[in-house]
Every structure is written in structure tokens, then in C-alpha cells.
Nanobody, 126 residues
Framework: QVQLVESGGRLVQAGGSLRLSCAAS????????MGWFRQAPGKEREFVSS????????QYADSVKGRFTISRDNAKNTVYLQMNSLKVEDTAVYYC???????????????????WGQGTQVTVSS
């Protein structure tokens, strides 16, 4: 079992930056693909970004490409999401997720993730 704990969400003005962190328990973190998803009120959970276990593949939703950067530090069992040029429409609960299948690619599919964090609220004001 893997536990994921997100942090870093807060209220920020449009145009600002935030860095989200997701700390994972367990000794096999470096074999997991990791992803970030978000869910706004009244909307379905949507893909934001992902990174495969070897960091050779990263994926971004079109809505965040060029603004967000995903990275991971396997020595610290942590994955990060650097969010720049934030927009009001980025407001959502952000979830970290782990894919234990060691895929060569970074998955964009909710159902391919096995473990989820509790989420961290990001609010972008105009």
C-alpha cells in the first residue's frame, strides 16, 4: 500500500506561481508512474500532468502546457508540480496519484492509477 500526501495548495492571484508537492510512502516509489489530476466544483476529475518512473516521459494537458512543470525526486519519494502563470480556471482540488505498473509511458488515464492522495486546494483569484 502506498500513501500519498499533497501539500502546497493555497490562494494565489492570477499570474502567480505555486509549487505542489506529493510525498509518497513505501520503498518502491521509484518504480511508479506519478500523475497530477484536478477537479473543480461540478466538474469531472481531469488529467493535468504525469511523469513515468524513469522520468524519460512526461505528459501535460493542453490547458497547462508551457505553464506547469512536473518533476520527481526519487531519493525523497516526492513528485512536484510547478505551476506558473496561474489562471482563474486553474482553481480546483489537485490530486496526486501513483501508477504501480511501471509503464514506459506516463499515463493520462484516471483508471490507470492505483493510489490517490487526499487532494490540496488551489484557488486562483482575479
Amino acid at each position: 500500500q502506498v500513501q500519498l500526501v499533497e501539500s502546497g495548495g493555497r490562494l494565489v492571484q492570477a499570474g502567480g506561481s505555486l509549487r505542489l508537492s506529493c510525498a509518497a510512502s513505501g520503498r518502491t516509489f521509484n518504480t511508479y508512474g506519478m500523475g497530477w489530476f484536478r477537479q473543480a466544483p461540478g466538474k469531472e476529475r481531469e488529467f493535468v500532468s504525469s511523469i513515468n518512473w524513469s522520468t524519460s516521459n512526461t505528459q501535460y494537458a493542453d490547458s497547462v502546457k508551457g505553464r506547469f512543470t512536473i518533476s520527481r525526486d526519487n531519493a525523497k519519494n516526492t513528485v512536484y508540480l510547478q505551476m506558473n502563470s496561474l489562471k482563474v480556471e486553474d482553481t480546483a482540488v489537485y490530486y496526486c496519484a501513483a501508477d504501480r505498473s511501471s509503464r514506459w509511458y506516463a499515463s493520462r488515464v484516471v483508471d490507470e492509477y492505483d493510489y490517490w492522495g487526499q487532494g490540496t486546494q488551489v484557488t486562483v483569484s482575479s
